[in-house]
């Protein structure tokens, strides 16, 4: 079993649609990270939290301590949010990050 | 502030030669991370330095893989006697000082190895 679950893997959703992307965990983490990679392959840390809740423009991310689960939305979607978002983890036992298999999201104008 | 550089930002080597890939991480910054995208994969952790140390190195291939992060110049991934197996994308982040692993990393744009 991965330390890291993401659903969906795929996603394809209508210009102005909410977005959830949902990411669960298996092990115990100091910290818990969203990154989007896009087509062209570069990678952008988005966030970084270790409780409660982060807001960056229309992007939000939450994190759910007890649970071991963790949520990006994205509000009010838009074609250029079309990448691969990617959940990994900073390990409290160690040095390592773990990471999701991605969700890949399209955005259909 | 430049961002995390690497490069080449795509390199290709034959079966049997060396791969050396460089990262010069944010300024500030003394952490750097290496990780491994193959094909149709996700990313994977290979290893984790600090100037002159390596801190984490359990993502590593037992051989032909070794990194450096030196106290002077770009961290260096060199994989010897590449094989086909090895034709990935390579990505190197970097964090500051403090925090370790915890902390927010940048990503640099990754080098992607082919080997023919």
């Known amino acids: 079993k991965n330390e890291v679950e993401q659903s969906p893997q795929n996603l394809t959703a209508q210009e102005g649609e909410f977005i959830t992307i949902n990411c669960s965990y298996s092990?115990?983490?100091?910290?818990l990270h969203w990154l989007q990679q896009h087509p062209g392959g570069g990678i952008v840390s988005l966030f970084m939290l270790s409780s409660g809740k982060k807001k960056h423009g229309r992007l939000i991310a939450t994190i759910n301590i007890q649970e071991k689960h963790s949520s990006l939305h994205i509000t009010a979607s838009h074609p250029r949010d079309s990448a691969v978002y990617i959940c990994?983890?900073?390990?409290?036992?160690?040095?390592?990050?773990?990471f999701g298999t991605g969700t890949s999201l399209t955005v259909i104008p | 502030n430049a961002g995390v550089m690497q490069n080449p930002r795509h390199l290709v080597r034959r079966r049997g030669q060396e791969a050396r890939l460089r990262c010069s991480p944010m300024?500030?910054?003394?952490?750097v991370y290496w990780y491994r995208q193959l094909p149709e994969e996700g990313l994977k952790f290979m290893v984790y330095?600090?100037?002159?140390?390596?801190?984490?190195e359990s993502g590593m291939p037992k051989e032909r893989f070794s990194a450096e992060f030196p106290k002077e110049g770009p961290s260096i991934l060199r994989i010897q006697q590449v094989v086909r197996g090895d034709s990935a994308a390579y990505f190197c982040?970097?964090?500051?000082?403090?925090?370790?692993?915890?902390?927010?990393?940048?990503f640099g744009p990754g080098t992607r190895l082919t080997v023919l």
């Open positions: 330095l600090q100037k002159e140390n390596i801190i984490d």
């Open positions: 300024k500030g910054h003394s952490h």
């Open positions: 990994a983890l900073s390990s409290n036992t160690g040095n390592q990050f773990y």
């Open positions: 982040a970097s964090s500051p000082p403090y925090g370790g692993a915890y902390n927010e990393q940048f």
């Open positions: 092990v115990g983490i100091s910290a």
